[in-house]
């Protein structure tokens, strides 16, 4: 069932889901490992990797390009269009998210890095598993509160 008051970003440019899907499950398994490690330098290429994608810069989002398009090659997963405009917002929201890890680990504020890490492990398998993308809820919230347009 659809959310009627939700209002997603669009811009009518398109992506393939399952490439944002299997990103998606990569920054799951990238955070799991940080979580356990606390290894400052795995949330530093995920802040590389988010910054990239989210300033269209896809084409150069490690994640993206080896790992994904890769997979998406050697199992011959189809291409699923989707406007990019809601990933773009949520890589955007990643971004924010990976650069407080980074900064908590790297100050030793750890409590605080795997607390923000749970976060993004949550929100990587939604998109990931269900194709839930929580970026829509949150641009809608930002709206109504008329923090952006």
Known sequence: MADDNLD???????????????????????????????NWLISAFLLADFTLRSFNLNNYSPLGLII????????????????????RFAAFMGLVFVAIITLSLLTGLITLAKAALVILMIFAALESFAGFCAGCYVYSYLKRLKLIK
């Open 68 to 87: 994904s398009g890769e997979l998406l090659k050697l199992f011959k997963i189809k291409n699923k269009p989707v406007d990019r405009a809601p990933k």
């Open 8 to 38: 997603c970003p669009v811009d009518f440019i398109a992506i393939n889901e399952n490439r944002a899907r299997l990103v998606a499950f990569f920054v799951g398994v990238l955070g799991a490992v940080c979580f356990i490690t606390t």
